[in-house]
């Protein structure tokens, strides 16, 4: 029998977090990224009260960076990776310490880089996992699971044929429960608008403690209002308890882009709670309401502007290996 892998908020062993690393993939941004994740990782290790961190750089150069930003608080290693989106690369460990290492394809073949293949089942073997490798595409950042067996997940990545064509609502249910043992999978519809994505859930909806979910509630501006009362309304169809969470409403890019900005992307740890902020009228609300809910955590509110750049945020750069 498979066992779920544990809630985020149970405790973990230590957490992979990817530390950019490719001046060619984020420019301008690279060192203001790498500052932001290394105060990420400083947060989640806060002081020695958290787990322990494991910066994953991909290359020398980058590791020497690593280094230099974090001192004492990581533990740097090297292993290549195309980016550093290690909830969707990086190996999902289950409730008995066994690592799930899926096929990858550059989230529906949008961005093929040399590395993210494989990286997954690097990182598992270096910490001394026994893996399962599975023949079929799953992004960690795609489900959420509350430790009880009950996943959520949206059709829009799920389904969308550029992952794994032709499987249906069943097919991936089938699959969920044999190897990973969700055997309740609530399924939402779309994610957030231009999420490169297709819509990852960890954007959406998270849950924070069994059968009870966080959504956004929409501000007046929000181009994702529809979005966040759909996934609401599906959620209490099907019996979860719903919690709204604020949005940071309308964050646009340099461009006059909408930019897929999320509270939803927090990381929860041993000692503290992450959450990234961008300048938003709503951001200590978000710090609030999540203090409310992890009283025994710190909430740690960190701009993520720059990472954002590179399509995700702190949940989406770290992967937690469960302490059993």
């Not at 066992?3 to 992979?16: D, G, K």
């Not at 809910?293 to 909430?299: D, H, T």
């Amino acid at each position: 029998m498979i066992l779920p892998p544990p809630p985020e908020w149970a405790p973990h062993e230590a957490v992979w977090i990817g530390f950019p690393s490719h001046p060619e993939l984020w420019l301008e941004d690279l060192e203001p990224a790498r500052g932001e994740v290394a105060a990420f990782a400083r947060a989640v290790h806060a002081g020695g009260r958290g787990e322990t961190v494991i910066l994953v750089a991909a290359d020398e150069e980058a590791a020497a960076a690593a280094r230099g930003h974090v001192g004492d608080s990581a533990r740097v290693v090297i292993e290549p990776f195309g980016d550093i989106w290690l909830r969707d690369t990086g190996p999902i460990v289950d409730g008995a310490g066994r690592a799930h290492d899926f096929r990858f394809n550059g989230w529906g073949g949008k961005y093929d880089l040399e590395g993210d293949s494989d990286v997954g089942l690097r990182l598992a073997r270096r910490e001394g996992l026994t893996v399962d490798e599975r023949r079929w595409i799953l992004e960690g950042g795609a489900i959420d699971g509350d430790g009880t067996g009950l996943v959520v997940t949206t059709e829009q990545c799920l389904l969308n044929p550029n992952r794994n064509p032709n499987f249906t609502k069943a097919d991936v249910e089938a699959l969920l429960a044999g190897d990973l043992g969700y055997t309740r999978v609530l399924w939402l519809g779309d994610g957030l608008l231009n999420d490169h994505t297709d819509g990852h859930v960890d954007n959406l909806a998270r849950f924070v403690a069994q059968n009870r979910l966080l959504i956004p509630q929409a501000t007046d501006n929000d181009p994702n209002w529809r979005i966040y009362q759909d996934a609401a309304q599906r959620a209490e169809r099907f019996g979860v308890e719903v919690v709204r969470f604020p949005s940071p409403g309308r964050v646009l890019s340099p461009e006059e882009e909408i930019i897929p900005a999320s509270y939803m992307n927090f990381y929860i740890g041993n000692a503290a709670v992450i959450v990234p902020v961008y300048g938003q009228e709503n951001d200590q609300a978000a710090i609030d309401a999540l203090a409310a809910l992890f009283p025994g955590r710190e909430v740690v509110g960190q701009r993520a502007d720059h990472i954002l750049t590179g399509g995700g945020s702190f949940h989406c750069i770290s992967q937690q290996l469960p302490r059993l």
